[in-house]
């Protein structure tokens, strides 16, 4: 009887062992944790947050939302995408470097031009619910080379846009941005954004 319970007494040392092998188990899943969440960061879907009001009323300063890294391998770029790209030099001004964020308004071979206060693509004027306010300026016409785009924040007053820094070179795009996750009140889908 006393042979059956010493049986069941731990060996000096199994108690380590067995404190070692979950830190072990541990260390495993957090490094695979990481390497996923790079790869998925780097080459899937990212997190950003916004940082100025050139994009109001449909994203506002504080906003956290989700871009889409590989949805142009799948599908073609559309006029009213919300991309965010690596700014060409000319569009450095202020932000330096950092990623901006705009709408997609013209496509490679439309024409551009601002004139009674709207946009005008191939000399018809686009339906735009998501702008804050009518446009105080002209611009244009232009024809949007090969290779390139050109983008507008939904702010169009007050964005540094491609009206004032020229065409957007499509190598530079990082991504569509598709959900906001936060504030919770605005939480889903952007607003004029398509599936």
Known sequence: MSQEYSD??????????????????????????????????????????????????????GDRLLVDKIVFKFRELERTDIVVFAPPPEAQRGAGDDDLIKRVVGLPGDTVEVKESRVFVNNKPLDEPYIAERLNYTYGPVAIPEGYLFVMGDNRNYSFDSHAWGFLPLENLKGRAFFRFWPLDRFGLIDGVKS
């Open 8 to 61: 069941n007494i731990d060996e000096p040392g199994d108690s380590s062992q067995k404190v070692w092998g979950f830190l072990k188990d541990i260390l495993q899943i957090v490094f695979f944790a990481l390497i996923l969440t790079f790869f998925l960061r780097t080459y899937v879907i990212e997190a950003r947050l916004i940082p100025s009001e050139s994009m109001l009323p449909t994203l506002e300063i």
